[in-house]
Structure formats: structure tokens, C-alpha cells
């Protein structure tokens, strides 16, 4: 069935370039997400791509989509202390359900 | 302000006894979700709704009753909760299948159950 696989935790310094990445099993999925989840509060839709874009930014965000390989990626320029969450990446399945991985919590070094 | 609430945020109760969380969405969506999650299991659908009287299962039902009446609301219904039911509980809406619109989430519930 579609599978959404991404990395638990990830470290960046303050400052720096955070790149989360995520692949995807569907071949099929016409939209890619990116939510993010602060501490204690639900889930927020921070952008999605759609399948026949490589690369879409708003501001800070950069997100990049190899539909070739299945990769998705979120790139967070100048991580900030407010970045620090799990962020989550989710794919539209083909029965129209949203598929979201496990999450990958970011943690912002000083 | 567009919102989805959730109440109540923290719930702690007893196994076998009947609770109910609820979820209302004031954006006119048409369509809600339920879902659970917990530690290295990430997100998991338990019940959604595509509209008023349309209700679906979704990976991981059992346990679990909701009802659509009305558009704006959507309660699941734990009718024997366990154990195994401790978790934190999100409701989501969205304008259509969420597909092209992604989910507004509720900000949760954590459910403990004794």
C-alpha cells in the first residue's frame, strides 16, 4: 500500500540550512504536503506542491519534488528557534486520503 | 476566525466508560476526519466523512463511533474505551477530499485511559 518515510529527528544550528527529506510510494499522488506541528497544538499546512512542479518556494520554504525517484524535500533557510517542530510530509493517495509519515522532529541548535 | 475545536483537550477516564470528544468546524467544510497519533506510529485515520449521513471507516476504526448530523460537527464516540485508546486525537476538515486543499487540524485531545 502507499508508504510515506521520512527520518525522525534531524539537528541544524541556528542560522543555518535545514533539509528534510521524504519519499513517497504512490507514483500516482497528485499532491505532496508539508505540515509542521508546534509543541502542544495540531497540525498546520505549511505548503503543498503539485505533482507536475519540481520546485515551488514561499519565502524561507523551498520545497523540491523528484517524482522520478519518489523524493520530496523541504528546505528551511535561516532556521530560526521558532522552526523547532515535527514536521510531517503527506501525500494524496489515490482514493483521495491524505497519507502522512511518521514526522521528523527539528531540533535548532544555539 | 476559521477554525476547527476540539474539546476537551485533556481528558483522563476509566476503562468502559462511554466518552465523547467533540469536533466543530465553522469554514462550512464538507469534509472531516479523525485521527490518532502516537509515538513512532505517526498519523493514523481512524473515521471520516465526506458529508452530512456519509461516514467511512478508516485504518483503525475499531473502538470507535462517530456520527455527521450536521455539517459543522463530527464526534467520535468511544462507547468502551481502553487502554489501547490512550493517545492524542486530532479532527481535521477540508474544504472537498482534501487532496487540493490540504486539512485544517484541530489543535487535539489527549485522551488517557486508566
Known amino acids: 500500500g502507499e508508504d510515506v518515510e521520512q527520518s525522525l529527528f534531524l539537528s541544524v544550528r541556528e542560522g543555518d540550512s535545514s533539509v528534510i527529506n521524504c519519499t513517497y510510494t504512490?507514483?500516482?499522488?497528485?499532491?505532496l504536503y508539508w505540515y509542521k506541528q508546534e509543541p502542544g497544538a495540531g497540525l498546520q499546512l505549511l505548503t503543498y506542491?503539485?505533482?507536475?512542479?519540481d520546485m515551488k518556494q514561499d519565502q524561507r520554504l523551498t520545497v523540491l519534488l523528484n517524482k522520478k525517484d519518489k523524493h520530496l524535500s523541504l528546505r528551511i533557510a535561516d532556521t530560526q528557534t521558532g522552526d523547532s517542530a515535527i514536521y510531517f510530509c503527506?501525500?494524496?493517495?489515490?482514493?483521495?486520503?491524505?497519507?502522512f509519515g511518521k514526522g521528523t522532529r527539528l531540533h535548532i541548535l544555539p | 476566525e476559521a477554525q476547527v475545536t476540539q474539546n476537551p483537550r485533556y481528558l483522563i477516564t476509566v476503562t468502559g466508560k462511554k466518552l465523547t470528544v467533540t469536533c466543530s468546524q465553522n469554514m462550512n467544510h464538507e469534509y472531516m476526519s479523525w485521527y490518532r497519533q502516537d509515538p513512532g506510529l505517526g498519523l493514523r485515520q481512524i473515521y471520516y466523512s465526506m458529508n452530512v449521513e456519509v461516514t467511512d471507516k478508516g485504518d483503525v476504526p475499531e473502538g470507535y463511533k462517530v456520527s455527521r448530523k450536521e455539517k459543522r460537527n463530527f464526534p467520535l464516540i468511544l462507547e468502551s474505551p481502553s487502554p489501547n485508546q490512550t493517545s492524542l486525537y486530532f479532527c481535521?476538515?477540508?474544504?472537498?477530499?482534501?487532496?487540493?486543499?490540504?486539512?485544517?487540524f484541530g489543535s487535539g485531545t489527549r485522551l488517557t485511559v486508566v
Open positions: 506542491i503539485f505533482s507536475n512542479m
Open positions: 504512490d507514483s500516482s499522488s497528485t499532491y
Open positions: 503527506a501525500e494524496s493517495s489515490r482514493d483521495d486520503k491524505i497519507i
Open positions: 481535521a476538515s477540508s474544504l472537498s477530499p482534501p487532496r487540493g486543499y490540504g486539512y485544517t
